[in-house]
């Protein structure tokens, strides 16, 4: 492996830096107080929208899609820096159209979706008009076991009924949401992961319900939110299966794994976030006679810290790097790796900045407590530690097997 950045992303690099310095950063303060919080409805800030228009005629748009006809043409391992880069700002991603869920939900549309959902519905995502969400969970039942799905999809005739409750819903809340992608069963008595479809339901559609709005450690995480949602007897056409009746599961492990990289990228960039002000506040804070990078073990902390986020990048980019060589089902045991490694090392480093920074570091006048729960929804979302280590295992122990039957039989 190459650990060099190629040429092309390089210049990304260098330009979504200089972008981040002159526009992002600088506009993160007007944003937040432009934003409307607290009780619904949200808003989008002005600020938010002025950012998009600069990113976009800046060639910075969708930088996440591989497929050159809808994106950057970028691969995994050129797209993970960027990635990092945006994940340094909570309102990076949406400035550039590389916004979780929406990301995944594009990357379905272009590789699953009919020319028509991609004209209905792909064209307004691409060019930021529209946002998205995606319904799979549910409150009901274990969702770390997706084959638990009580939700359904059943065709009928022409049209899909769908009924079923789901929640953490992200991005549901916001004032651009104007549809959702749906999974739910379709055929009960058919093949463990043959039973699922994915179905595109508009907002407006009757019976599709906000329940309610679910809070994240206190916060609601506006205009984007996290939410509950009802289906009763909503009714859709045919034509708005994702590549056709029971192909759900098929769906959902190619949606999965450039998502997993850029969640841990963005999730790394807060890391260095967080370490930077641990930094600064151990240079800058004293106490008994001293400044806090001389007390205890706080110098220890800072390089571990450092230590840990070098470590969990090169994972990453590794990941990234077998999955533009060797494919995703090849990658499958890294995919998941850092999927546990990369939020438990972000976790870890925000708690210790928040430590260092004493009663400022769990006030919201710092980001450290919004960085702190993104890293540990990430222990949640797309699938909790404990299933990915089963995953991590089960791979190794058929490769340790199939190793050790390879040299009984050479012997």
Known sequence: MDFAYSPQARQYIERLNAFMSEHVLPAEAEYFSQLKRGARP???????????????????????????????????????????????????????????????????????????????????????????????????????????????????????????????STGIGHPDCKFVIFMGLTYPDGPKHARHSMVIAPLDTSGVKIERMLPVFGALDEPYGHGEVSFTNVRVPLANIIAGPGRGFEIAQGRLGPGRIHHCMRALGAAEVALEMMCQRALTRTAFGKPLAELGGNADIIANARMGIEQARLLTLKAAWMMDTVGAKAAMSEISQIKVVVPNVAQLVIDQAIQMHGGAGVCDDLPLTGLYAYARILRLADGPDEVHRALIAKLELKAQGAHAAALGAAA
């Open 42 to 168: 949200w808003n989008v800030p002005p600020v938010m929208l002025a950012l998009k228009a600069k990113a976009r005629a800046a060639g910075l748009w969708n930088l996440f899609l591989p497929d050159a006809e809808f994106g950057a043409g970028l691969s995994n391992t050129d797209y993970a820096p960027l990635a990092e880069i945006m994940g340094r700002s909570h309102i990076a991603p949406e400035v550039f159209n590389c916004n979780a869920p929406d990301t995944g939900n594009m990357e379905v549309l272009v590789k699953y979706g009919s020319p028509a959902q991609q004209e209905q519905w792909l064209k307004p995502l691409l060019a930021g008009e529209i946002r998205s969400a995606f319904c799979m969970t549910e409150p009901e039942v274990a969702s770390s076991d997706a084959t638990n799905m009580r939700a359904t999809a059943i065709v009928e005739g022409d049209e899909v009924l769908l009924n079923g409750r789901k929640w953490w």
